[in-house]
């Protein structure tokens, strides 16, 4: 009995040893992980993924490397018109380049316009941005040394922003032909009242020549050229940091143009007070799904 007993315990731990072996192969799958998977099926997996993730995943292994440079990859993350993108920017479509080389391309913040209008792509979007310069828009007065002058600083892309001591009228246009992708893209203005400098190292901002800006608001308005209008107004009242004003919001539809034209100003015209003390650094074009990156008024 108890050597019978035995052999059943003998041989239901052999039969189980063996059917633990044939499941797992000798323990041989156990061993297998990321870097086995084929490169067409990681690519399936970092094409879901944003630039930003990309970028870091591909330091897993030799797959996610690879798959990381996948054309198709990328081909997914560029802007749809992004040839065009590169012709308006570069001058000229660089061949014979991958497809992640052309997205570091226009991930970087390119110049163009004699370096008054910068441009790029949000690295987690993709979305378009574009910024132009104090000097690249036209403002009222801003040759007379009375009421304007260009004043140097570290605190703007352009290495430089627009001071305003003092005038009756203000007025800001603009002016931007591009080809914008399809989607829906919101203006900005970058304002600061007072004047930004450094004291020992520490910046500092004069905001004694504020005034005007609290008795009647500034208007901002913008047009497209296929009818799109957007009109508002606000009071300047943030003192000493940068902010950003939204002026209005237009959408680029699918169409056979290949650029979009855009008009916008920022006025307060009332000439029975002066207004002074504001600093104008850019106007800013931003994807609406993005504004939030933005300090908005």
Known sequence: MGVAQSGLHKDSSSSSSSSSSSCFGDGDLLKIGLGDLPEGCVAMIVENL???EICRFSKLNRAFRGASWADCVWESK???N???LLEKILGGFPENLQKRHLY??????NSFDDGTKKVWIDKRTSGVCLSISAKGLSITGIDDRRYWSHIPTDESRFSSVAYLQQIWWFEV????DFPFPVGTYSIFFKLQLGRSGKW?????CNTEQVHGWDIKPVRFQLWTEDGQHSSSQCMLTERGNWTHYHA?????RESNKSSTKIKFSMTQIDCTHTKGGLSLDSVVVY???CKSQLKRF
């Open 50 to 52: 944003d630039p930003v």
């Open 78 to 80: 560029l802007p749809p």
């Open 82 to 84: 992004y040839r065009v």
């Open 104 to 109: 570091t391309c226009l991930s970087r913040i």
């Open 173 to 176: 246009d603009g002016e931007i």
């Open 200 to 204: 020992f190292g520490r910046r500092v």
């Open 248 to 252: 209005g919001d237009f959408v680029v």
């Open 287 to 289: 994807p609406s799904s």
